[in-house]
């Protein structure tokens, strides 16, 4: 079955320590996003990739890091740097302009 | 930079009822989508509703439609009919069309009674 997927669904890191969420799509597009939920701010735009070898900040990039290698892969880094890193992850993937979003299920994240 | 703005964090109505949720977003682009989600409480995220800024015709799915005003830059949705399974967050969401940089609103809670 086509689709994105996200993993794990629940991930818990100690304070200081860098952690990865996965996030892969089968669907064979082209953009994909990093989404940041917390209680009462909506979705916020963390990283977002139009082409593999490319990706652009959103507009809270700072405390984490991207890579896109693979046009099916933009695995998440949140490093010690992000202050508070416990929250919701939502990863997404469409085609190019035109289309809406599709969505994984989300990774959430706690750090202690 | 663009930003898309939902003034009402809750709202609640009747089943059967009709119900309008607003956005306003701002841009000085011309070449964009909109976009409303539906996250019920599994927080799978679910498209509802799009609309191309090109078009001047409302899009409709079903129950749910909107009314697009470009010039104000206004994007609400209006959900007729309301059903118990409409219960959730929505999203308003604007999508660049030269960056494909995809922004959403902070979120309408929609409750719904019997």
């Known amino acids: 079955d086509g689709g994105i997927t996200q993993s794990p669904k629940y991930l818990f890191r100690k304070e200081g320590q860098n952690v990865t969420l996965s996030c892969e799509q089968n669907l064979n597009h082209d953009a994909m996003y990093w989404y940041r939920q917390d209680p009462g701010q909506g979705l916020r735009l963390i990283y977002y990739s139009q082409i593999v070898n490319d990706f652009q900040k959103g507009d809270i990039a700072e405390g984490y890091s991207v890579s896109r290698e693979k046009k099916e892969s933009f695995p998440l880094t949140v490093t010690s740097a992000q202050k508070n890193p416990t929250a919701f992850y939502l990863c997404a993937s469409s085609m190019r302009v035109r289309t809406e979003a599709f969505f994984g299920q989300g990774t959430r994240l706690t750090v202690v | 930079a663009q930003t898309v703005t939902q003034s009402q964090p809750e709202m609640s109505v009747q089943e059967a009822e009709t119900v309008t949720l607003s956005c306003t977003y701002d841009t000085s682009e011309s070449d964009y989508y909109l976009f409303w989600y539906k996250q019920p409480p599994s927080r799978q995220m679910i498209l509802v509703i799009r609309?191309?800024?090109?078009?001047?015709q409302n899009a409709t799915e079903n129950r749910f439609s909107v009314n697009f005003q470009k010039a104000a830059k206004s994007f609400s949705l209006k959900i007729s009919d309301s059903q118990l399974g409409d219960a959730a967050m929505y999203f308003c969401a604007y999508r660049s069309g030269d960056t494909d940089k995809l922004i959403f609103g902070t979120g309408t809670r929609l409750q719904v009674f019997p």
């Open positions: 609309q191309e800024a090109y078009k001047q």
